[in-house]
């Protein structure tokens, strides 16, 4: 006897398509995907978006008795990326969510860069460096052990190279409408971040976060980077457990909490959330995630968060 089993996300895309193109293009690239058939899609009326163009729910198929959690998104992440479109999981859970936490990574979250990376760029070992960043996002290395080996290559970096890569420091488009948008809904901002205190604060200003844990820069009597890290790394463990000491201090359930990220060293900090987002994510992230935002800036999630608190 088959047992038919069946899991439903919420489209959104920036351009607009109509039911037949969607379903032509799902059924193109269920080559990918043959478990798993599209069962049904409905145009969501959703009149007040600005990031998207419309909104769909979709519902697939699947008689496989073998298919999970993580193929279902690996499914919908085929499809999205097909019709290149932001997607956000649905279950009883996460309907009718109003996140009274939000936590955001900062690194290529909130801002568009790798701080350790552009530290490394002013003192002429980016290239040493990026390498190992890259290892570490995709989840091939243990984050404290690459987090030791890169703040090994800045040793010497005098205080003031550093503070010019603070003065580089931006947001990311739509982060300053998204965080204006929790705020307003009563939502309270942190970051936990696997860079360095000293961004971290700088753009804790800017979006009015109420907490911070990231990594210390130490400097030596001759103000110069010591390349030494101090214990305990904030890593994937140490994120996930800040979210819900800061969800715990605050009385507010985790199913209330908001997570946003990039990295695998996101993941689990996400997985702790009631809703975990990846942001421009690699493929590590986005297949564990509740929602992925790939194609809309960060404001997007505002029309993600409305259509679902519906």
Not at 143 to 169: C, D, H, T, W, Y
Not at 253 to 274: I, Y
Request: proline content about 2%; aromatic content about 8%.
């Amino acid at each position: 006897m088959l047992i038919e089993k069946s899991c439903t996300a919420l489209l959104f895309l920036i351009s607009r398509k109509d039911n037949e193109l969607i379903e032509h293009a799902y059924n193109g690239q269920n080559k990918l995907t043959p478990q798993a058939e599209l069962s049904s899609i409905v145009e969501i009326q959703a009149d007040n978006l600005k990031s998207y163009s419309s909104c769909f729910r979709v519902t697939l198929i699947s008689d496989n008795r073998d298919f999970g959690a993580l193929s279902w998104r690996e499914a919908f992440d085929a499809f999205a990326n097909e019709i290149e479109a932001d997607y956000c999981l649905l279950s009883d859970e996460k309907l009718n969510f109003k996140p009274k936490l939000a936590v955001f990574d900062m690194d290529s979250t909130l801002i568009p860069m790798e701080v350790i990376d552009e530290l490394a760029a002013e003192f002429g070992v980016k290239d040493k460096v990026s390498q190992i960043t890259e290892e570490a996002m995709r989840g091939e290395l243990d984050f404290n052990q690459s987090f030791e080996k890169r703040l090994a290559l800045l040793a010497g970096m005098p205080r003031e190279a550093v503070e010019k890569v603070l003065e580089r420091i931006k947001l990311n488009p739509g982060v300053a409408e998204l965080t204006s948008y929790l705020a307003d809904i009563g939502a309270e901002i942190g970051i936990a971040s696997g860079g360095f205190k000293d961004f971290a604060r700088y753009v804790a200003q800017h979006i009015n976060a109420h907490e911070i844990k990231a990594n210390t820069l130490n400097f030596n009597d001759k103000d110069e980077l010591t390349g030494i890290a101090e214990l305990p790394i904030v890593n994937a463990e140490i994120k996930a457990q800040i979210l819900t000491e800061w969800a715990q201090d605050r009385g507010v359930k985790l199913s209330e909490t908001l997570a946003v990220g990039d990295g695998a060293n996101d993941w689990l900090m996400l997985k702790n959330a009631g809703f975990g987002v990846a942001y421009k994510a690699k493929p590590y992230l986005r297949n564990r995630a509740d929602c992925v935002l790939q194609y809309s800036e960060m404001d997007g999630l505002i029309d993600i968060l409305k259509t679902v608190s519906e």
